[in-house]
């Protein structure tokens, strides 16, 4: 039977036994046993798991492919004698500037207790006023609208009064 790698896409040659498949592709030159569910799952990092399969090919002439090895990611390169040095030499020195900070600290809160140093002289902060925002005419925005009309009411707003009828004079 001739199907893909799952890592290269090739045509690879597969034999089913049992639940796995007897994988051997040329191109990756691996010859695994796969078993048919990880056969059929997407591996995410193709080139991490063929490492992680050609570190088992060392100790094996078929290893066994399972589901969480085709899930596996790539492993971060491991450092350097030289870079371990340089990374310890770092974390070392901020250790210590830190610890030395302290103690001094420590130390100088003491000897103002004591009296034996002036504590240190602190100005005051003096705050600056905000500067007034200056504005620049912006003739599209400051255009005039005219002004609404005031609705109109439907009561008077002073009642008057109704007219005095008037009286006849006698002649």
Do not use: H, W
């Amino acid at each position: 039977m001739t199907n893909r790698c799952p890592f290269c896409a090739n045509y690879a040659y597969a034999v089913s036994v049992g639940d796995a498949y007897q994988l051997d592709c040329r191109y990756c030159d691996i010859q695994v046993e796969i078993t048919k569910r990880a056969y059929s799952a997407r591996c995410p990092d193709p080139v991490g798991v063929l490492d992680f399969i050609r570190e088992r090919m060392k100790t094996s002439t078929r290893p066994r492919v399972d589901l969480p090895d085709m899930k596996r990611l790539r492993q971060p390169p491991a450092l350097t004698s030289e870079e371990q040095m340089t990374n310890k030499t770092q974390a070392d020195s901020d250790v210590l500037t830190t610890a030395a900070k302290a103690i001094g600290t420590t130390l100088g809160k003491i000897a103002v207790r004591t009296g034996m140093a002036k504590p240190p002289a602190v100005l005051p902060k003096v705050r600056k006023k905000a500067a007034p925002k200056k504005t620049t005419p912006d003739p599209v925005a400051r255009k005039k609208t005219p002004p609404k009309a005031a609705p109109k009411r439907a009561t008077p707003i002073a009642k008057s009064k109704p007219p005095t009828p008037k009286r006849k004079t006698a002649k």
